[in-house]
């Protein structure tokens, strides 16, 4: 079932034109969360697009949201769902931030 939630997340990330998309696979290092699906937007109003289209089609999907982070201006919008956590970044913030560097030893 998570799986599928990270397919969902995927697709709809690049149907609204993300860039880089990367999957961090936390299973056998967290017991809170299975992956990390991790894009860039081309600004803010991208990344709500991102974000809205994943959000639709994981209720299309029968997935319930478990959180939603939308702080404007922060460079980053979270969402939550399945044991699937996508992280939609722009404006710098995910070389900022470095999730990737942090755990990259978890990058499939």
């Known amino acids: 079932m998570t799986e599928n939630a990270l397919e969902i ?3 709809a990330m690049d149907e609204k034109l993300a860039q880089d998309i990367r ?3 936390f299973r056998s290092n967290s017991p809170f969360v299975d992956y990390f699906v ?3 937007a081309r ?3 991208n990344a ?5 289209e994943i959000e639709e089609k994981l209720y299309e999907a029968g997935y ?6 939308r702080m404007a201006g922060s460079g980053w919008f979270l969402l939550e769902a399945g044991g699937v956590l996508a992280h939609v970044f722009w404006g710098g913030s995910r070389e900022y931030y470095g999730l990737e560097e942090l755990w990259k030893d978890l990058l499939i």
């Open 64 to 69: 319930t949201v478990d959180h939603i982070d």
């Open 23 to 25: 999957v961090l696979d």
């Open 43 to 45: 600004n803010e109003a």
């Open 38 to 40: 991790i894009c860039t």
């Open 9 to 11: 997340m995927k697709q």
């Open 48 to 52: 709500g697009a991102i974000l809205d």
